[in-house]
């Protein structure tokens, strides 16, 4: 049996708080690094965040680092696996430091631009998933509830809302995050897999 | 072997799965195939993981009240509640314990509640203890009642979101008091129990399985750090231990033989064919007098009797009388022999 993965919610709660702030900042960090052709920087994500719902969050000081850590051991696993890759990628990503303890000042979101931009996100969305999303948030309505307000089924509901939160899964990993994005209030889209204002911003 | 499922295929079905968690608790059928699906790739563990971190987190916008309008948060001061929501952790601020957030968490996993997002400040955990020997009967503001058993220490927070009680160390019984709309939980280990009404024992001693007891009503079970996250539903009569490996053990156990278990609540220890040395391992437990036993076999006889928890001297000589052994005072203790 491998890792216990703890999916409760005060681990989700953990992980929203510590963690996904800091997943645009990894991904142009990922970005740098050389991956194994068959191997994206979703895919390491993914893992990471797997792995951090096997540690014990209480021994865990610094969150991003930890985060950028757990990204770069993955990736160095994923290398050596891979056959194809020359030992020179190994090196280049071995060489490679974990960003500082501390995010920049650049990094760091304030409460009411992280705010913003959830509003900016829930207003963004077509109008029947809006109202599908305000009333499962605000009203606590339940699927069936919310299918008879708006006249679906409660499965075209579930399908709605699940829709909308992988909209937000992307977008919030995506830079969507960053504090210039915020107060432009532009969000970066599918077809923009890489913030290059994030990974400009963490050069420095 | 298919193609390799892409990562936003699944991060879609992360999506929803999360959501349809976070509605109500899937039945049996349907959580079979989440972990199904979950256990055959790792990165759908993770993806489900950070589905529902979003979730958390779109969930503050709940804070925004029912106009989620954008340019309203750049010129005008938040709103009190949604300045708190969105506020990260910091260490200078009394935050959640993991082990608070833990049954916290459970209590919106079970009522579907998100209040827990917003801590009230004025819930307070208060802590009640124990010392060796002594039991004590604490009224709680919703009606429950909690005895502690001896050298016991629990921590109690009351809100409109739940009714949080944490088991530190010791043995506790609640009489919870009915109330369908806030839960009752209590936290012991990494185990969470849930209960609407119910009495129930709770028993976490170092040297021991963690053992939960219910006398009446039911209590929900849950490991909370396991993916699989099965929980068990516990009915009256009925004991269940935590082994070692992480399995729960349920057995029957009559209501009579429960009642027996339970005369601690009256400072009693009682027994019914129970060895000698697992009888004064229960002493210890109450009284810094030690009762020794000098020999195996002398440890292997059986007691029966109701005695006084604190009175390891009297429970000594009284079954030297009955069992014909020698009896003798040391400074820390008693002796008993052949």
């Known amino acids: 049996m491998p890792d216990d993965f703890d999916l409760s919610a005060s681990r989700a709660v953990w992980l929203s708080r510590n963690i996904l702030p800091h997943e645009a900042a990894l991904r142009a960090q990922i970005s740098r690094w050389r991956l194994p052709p068959d191997l994206e920087a979703d895919d390491i994500i993914q893992e990471a965040y797997a792995k951090l719902s096997t540690v014990d969050i209480d021994g865990i000081r610094n969150p991003r680092a930890y985060f950028f850590q757990v990204a770069r051991s ?6 050596r696996r891979s056959r194809i890759v020359s030992i020179q990628a190994v090196e280049h990503i071995e060489r490679l430091s974990v960003p500082s303890d501390e995010p920049g000042p650049d990094v760091q979101v304030s409460d009411r631009q992280q705010l913003h931009l959830l509003a900016t996100m829930i207003a963004r969305l077509p ?33 709605s809302l699940a829709k909308s939160l992988s909209k937000f899964i992307e977008q919030l990993g995506r830079g969507g995050m960053t504090p210039s994005d915020a107060s432009n209030g532009v969000i970066a889209r599918e077809d923009q897999p890489d913030n290059v204002e994030t990974r400009d911003q963490l050069r420095d | 072997m298919s193609k390799r499922e892409t990562s936003s295929e699944i991060d879609a079905a992360a999506a929803d799965w999360a959501l349809r968690m ?9 959580q079979a195939k989440f972990e199904r699906w979950l256990s055959a790739d790792v990165r759908r563990v993770g993806a489900y993981a950070r589905a529902q971190a979003v979730l958390v987190h779109v969930k503050r916008a709940k804070a925004l009240g029912t106009e989620f309008e954008p340019s309203s948060y750049n010129s005008h001061p938040l709103p009190r509640d949604a300045a708190e929501a969105i506020r990260p ?3 200078d601020r009394p935050v959640l314990t993991r082990r608070r957030m833990l049954i916290g968490a459970s209590a919106v996993a079970a009522s579907g509640a998100i ?17 060796r020997g002594e039991t004590r009967l604490i009224p709680l503001e919703d009606g429950t009642t909690v005895t502690l058993n001896t050298q016991s220490r629990i921590s109690v927070s009351l809100d409109r979101a739940a009714r949080l009680v944490t088991l530190e160390r010791g043995e506790a019984l609640f009489k919870v008091a009915s109330n369908k709309h806030i839960p009752f939980l209590v936290q012991a280990g990494d185990m969470s129990l849930r209960a609407e009404k119910a009495t129930f024992s709770v028993c976490q001693l170092d040297e ?7 006398c009446d009503g039911s209590v929900e079970m849950e490991r909370s750090s396991f993916a699989t996250r099965r929980t068990h539903v516990l009915g009256a009569n009925v004991r269940a231990t935590l082994s070692q490996n992480g399995t729960i053990i349920q057995r029957d156990v009559p209501p009579e033989a429960m009642e027996r278990e339970l ?4 400072g009693m220890l009682s027994f019914v064919d129970t060895p000698l040395s697992q009888a004064a391992e229960e002493f210890a437990r109450y009284s810094n007098r030690r009762i020794r036993i000098a020999d195996v076999a002398v440890g292997a006889e059986t007691v029966t009797g109701r005695f006084s928890a604190t009175n390891p001297e009297g429970f000594a000589r009284a079954v030297a009388l009955g069992l014909n052994l020698n009896v003798r005072s040391t400074p820390d203790g008693i002796t008993l022999g052949r």
Do not use: C
């Open chain 2, 115 to 131: 209040a827990f997002f917003v801590p009230s400040d004025s819930a307070v955990a208060r802590v009640y203890e124990t010392g």
């Open chain 1, 74 to 79: 993955l990736v160095l696993m994923h290398v």
């Open chain 2, 22 to 30: 976070d509605e109500a608790a899937l039945d049996g059928k349907q």
């Open chain 2, 263 to 266: 005369a601690w609540q009256e």
């Open chain 1, 127 to 159: 109008e029947a998933s809006h109202k599908a999303m305000v009333l499962r948030l605000v009203h606590e309505l339940s699927h069936r509830e919310i299918g008879e307000r708006l006249g679906m089924t409660a499965n075209a509901v579930q399908k």
């Open chain 2, 208 to 214: 021991r399985p963690l053992e939960v007891k219910v």
């Open chain 2, 89 to 91: 952790e910091r260490p």
